[in-house]
């Protein structure tokens, strides 16, 4: 109990520092939606919310998952989990932020008013607390990027990668450099504006992604032994499918679409009012799966091509992958395209973490995109700093875990499930009509599926996120 206690102070002093900043200021500034940025094409909109949707969890972490838990028999559910649940949430979503023509507080405050503002809250928090460590992690793909190329090879084809990523995340100048350098070209992007800086970057790096993504699929597949990795992806094996098995596929599900955090009310938020919201969260969901889905075609035919643990957890990423790599002909290359690869997917993600908070500040509090992106982008910088140094052994545990893992469970673990239960219900109970005329642009593109996707909203995607919720909060 005194530790659970421990924990819960640590956190509520943590939060008041962050609520203090976030909204110590407040003011009752509304930018008017005639002078909101708007995204300049449909494909410009399709590439940046799938680009915020899909990051490291599509392809560093789904697929250790799916190893995790059997293969092919995973993957089937986690398919359905997404385009029944995610897809129904992120329209919800979408058809928030359209509807208000604001940030994700301000949406709340003129759809709903009361508490619900207090939802939108908790997304700029996340958003605040997910970059935070999200950046850290990021940054260790440029590190490898550049390793690749000196003497991450060698040590790895000693067997001794383990030792080299242990010694990297324990160096505090090199991991807080990085870090560094990924939120520098994060704010960058985010200082330019929708068009010239969001749209732009990932109507570039998105078709970049998948061009790397079926390079390395091409090189994967045709090593030898490859077919033992695809049989084991794609074989269903229910035998081995439990009660864990599902809520793995459900937590995997809702935190691959960035869903409860605020992003693709901010994005819907600059949307123009033809567009089709249904067919848009159909294709923002299908292409972060489709990289999901495809990824394991680069990473399971290589690691059983190698005799490799296909369930190696989040080691399979910095410490299995070179291994493997080290032992193909041009493997500094591909060990590049790979590290190259989930860094257009992590940086595609922070942007809209970023936009979130940035947004905020703009609308309600009348700051200048310029002045919110670097104060804002700076901030989030320095409170990574101690997930950086908490790897490395440098930063006081927290109750037993290391300061990013602390931050991950309260963002993951808490704030994010909860903003998903309020968002369905929102959408689902509290202003249906408006989201109803929102998702069929006034009643002139009837959404077939709006009956199943009212009750998904208001009972079955609250049900599964509380599920979810509720196993996640062992500490």
């Known amino acids: 109990m005194g530790e659970r206690l421990q924990v819960f102070l640590v ?15 407040r003011g009752v500034m509304v930018v008017s939606t005639n002078d909101r940025e708007q995204w300049g094409s449909r494909l410009g909109f399709i590439m940046a ?41 992120m329209l919800a979503e979408m058809a928030i932020g359209r509807g208000a023509g604001l940030n994700a507080v301000g949406s709340f405050k003129k759809l709903g008013g009361g508490a619900w503002p207090l939802v939108g809250w908790m997304g700029v928090i996340a958003g605040f ?86 390079v390395l699929i091409l090189r994967a597949v045709t090593l030898d032994g490859a077919m033992k990795g695809i049989e084991f992806y794609l074989k269903p094996d229910f035998s081995k499918v439990t009660g864990g098995t599902v809520l793995s596929a459900l937590g995997q599900g809702f935190f691959s679409l960035s869903l409860g955090m605020g992003c693709m009310i901010t994005y819907g938020s600059y949307l123009n009012k033809d567009e089709a919201l249904p067919s848009a969260a159909f294709t923002v969901t299908f292409l972060d799966t489709l990289v999901a889905f495809l990824a394991g075609f680069a990473i399971f035919p290589a690691v059983f091509a190698f005799n490799m643990e296909p369930a190696a957890g989040p080691g399979l990423t910095f410490i299995t992958l070179p291994s493997v790599f080290s032992k193909m002909p041009m493997g500094a290359v591909f060990s590049f395209v790979f590290f190259l690869l ?23 509090l009348g700051w200048d995109r310029a002045k919110a992106s670097w104060v804002l982008g700076l901030v989030i910088f320095l409170l990574g700093v101690p997930s950086a140094l908490s790897l490395g052994g440098h930063f006081p545990k927290i109750a037993g875990k290391d300061f990013l ?25 509290f202003w249906l009509d408006g989201c109803k005329k929102e998702i069929s642009n006034q009643g002139r593109l009837p959404f077939v599926f709006e009956g199943i996707w009212v009750w998904i909203c208001r009972l079955v995607a609250p049900v599964v996120i509380a599920i979810v919720f509720v196993k996640g909060l062992k500490w």
Do not use: H
Request: with cysteine; aromatic share 16%.
């Open 11 to 25: 956190f509520l002093l943590y939060f008041l520092l962050v609520i203090g900043f976030l909204f110590g200021k």
């Open 49 to 89: 919310a799938a680009g915020s949707a899909v990051g490291l969890g599509n392809i560093w972490r789904f697929p250790y998952v799916v190893g995790m838990n059997g293969g092919g028999a995973f993957v089937l559910i986690y398919l359905a989990i997404v385009f029944i649940i995610g897809a129904s949430v």
């Open 129 to 214: 607390i997910i970059l935070s460590f999200y950046g850290v992690v990021a940054g260790w793909t440029i590190a490898y990027m550049l390793k690749s190329f000196t003497g991450l090879m060698e040590v790895a084809s000693q067997g001794k990668a383990g030792d080299a990523f242990g010694a990297f995340v324990s160096n505090p100048t090199q991991v807080i450099l990085y870090q560094a350098l990924f939120m520098f070209g994060t704010i960058w992007i985010v200082f330019k504006g929708i068009g010239e800086g969001i749209e732009k970057y990932c109507k570039v790096m998105m078709p970049g992604l998948f061009l790397l993504l079926l």
């Open 342 to 364: 989930l860094f257009f997917a992590a940086i595609t993600s922070s942007v809209s973490l970023l936009e979130v908070c940035v947004a905020y500040f703009k609308d309600e």
């Open 405 to 429: 893992d602390a931050m991950d469970f309260v963002a993951s673990n808490l704030l994010l499930p909860l903003g998903g239960i309020l968002i369905s219900l929102f959408a689902g109970w």
